[in-house]
């Protein structure tokens, strides 16, 4: 049954309705209608990203509770203005400063390849507008069967990608190749999946570059859990020491908080240094990369705060370099430390585990 409800317009803008209807054969109710729903979306999702973006720390800990926490309280899915906003924040954590050198993690930037080419299958397949000129040279496409060519690229994604390309890849899901607002409630929740966002929200929080004030604050307002555990690696005579600060196995959630930190030593025969989770991240991602694909990385690797050469490049011996510390060791002991640190940093464990979790609060590209 329709609601009636009687409106006053000025006589100036019902003449323009008038005209408008003539124009596009159409009744001046069905083109009011159409004009009214339009600007109340569009300015719904304006004014809400607005409000996102004017406290964006504020957003982070409100989608930090949602996403990864899983504290839904019954409210609907994240908007479209959310997700307009957790897009553009991913895309500012890759084009931030210096980390345009570092190298990405795998899975999450394949999480937002696979956001981004849904979008683009759902345009297809609705006969919405592409911009297929700019995807085309985006991602080196060289035809238009959108889903033959997404599948080919994300075939032959490489393992190391910096954090430069990755940013120009991002670029069409945080433009405006794709307006969300085309595609209903139920696609979105498809594409948008609660598993994808808690992949890539680590981008967020890196994206914020939170000094240590603002990051105590996040920590004291959210009270983030994660198991407290030492790990400790050794090939040859260079031990790595991992000790995450946290909630011992088994503690009673209420019985004391202690905020989770991360601490990272490299030790050899006379000397150690202490180091946190900025290098340590850096460090699995590029050591990552490398087992994964060697050849991308003939040379090794140079970022910010780590770089390493593998035995035979600049010597018999190869390094990791953490700043201005460098642990020389031959190829057997380079290699055991690399497969063990990517191992339990990457596979199915308490420590990749709590790594996550660490992720979702200090942030990692």
Avoid at 85 to 96: K, M, P, S, V
């Amino acid at each position: 049954m329709l609601s009636q409800l009687t409106l006053r317009f000025p006589k100036k803008l019902i003449e323009n309705l008038k005209n408008r209807a003539a124009t596009e054969n159409t009744s001046v109710n069905a083109l009011t209608e159409r004009l009214v729903e339009s600007s109340l979306k569009g300015n719904s999702v304006t004014d809400e990203y607005l409000r996102l973006a004017t406290d964006p720390d504020a957003a982070v800990r409100q989608l930090y509770r949602r996403i990864v926490l899983g504290e839904t309280f019954g409210l609907p899915a994240l908007t479209r203005a959310e997700l307009k906003f957790i897009t553009e924040l991913a895309h500012q954590a890759y084009n931030r400063g210096p980390g345009l050198s570092q190298l990405v993690r795998l899975p999450v930037l394949r999480t937002l390849l696979e956001i981004t080419f849904a979008l683009l299958s759902g345009q297809a397949a609705n006969g919405l507008a592409i911009d297929s000129h700019y995807l085309k040279s985006t991602f080196g496409l060289a035809g238009e069967d959108w889903d033959a060519e997404t599948a080919r690229f994300m075939d032959s994604l490489p393992a190391a990608v910096n954090s430069a390309r990755a940013e120009l890849w991002l670029r069409p899901l945080a433009g405006y190749c794709f307006d969300l607002a085309e595609f209903s409630d139920e696609a979105l929740a498809g594409i948008f999946t609660t598993a994808r966002l808690k992949t890539l929200f680590p981008l967020l929080v890196h994206a914020r570059a939170w000094d240590d004030a603002a990051q105590q604050a996040f920590i004291d307002e959210l009270k983030p859990r994660v198991t407290a555990l030492t790990e400790r690696l050794t090939a040859g005579s260079v031990e790595l020491g991992i000790q995450i600060d946290g909630q011992s196995a088994g503690m009673r959630a209420a019985a004391w908080y202690a905020p989770p930190r991360l601490f990272m030593t490299v030790s050899g025969a006379d000397f150690i240094m202490p180091f946190g989770w900025r290098h340590f991240s850096e460090l699995l991602r590029a050591l990552q990369a490398y087992q994964l694909q060697p050849s991308l990385l003939p040379r090794g690797y140079h970022g910010y705060d780590v770089m390493f050469s593998p035995p035979g490049v600049a010597g018999e011996k190869g390094f990791i370099g953490l700043e201005a510390l460098r642990v020389f060791m031959n190829r057997d002991t380079f290699e055991d430390l690399v497969s063990q640190l990517v191992i339990a940093g990457t596979q199915p464990g308490p420590l990749a585990g709590a790594l996550d979790e660490l992720r979702c609060i200090y942030g990692d590209l």
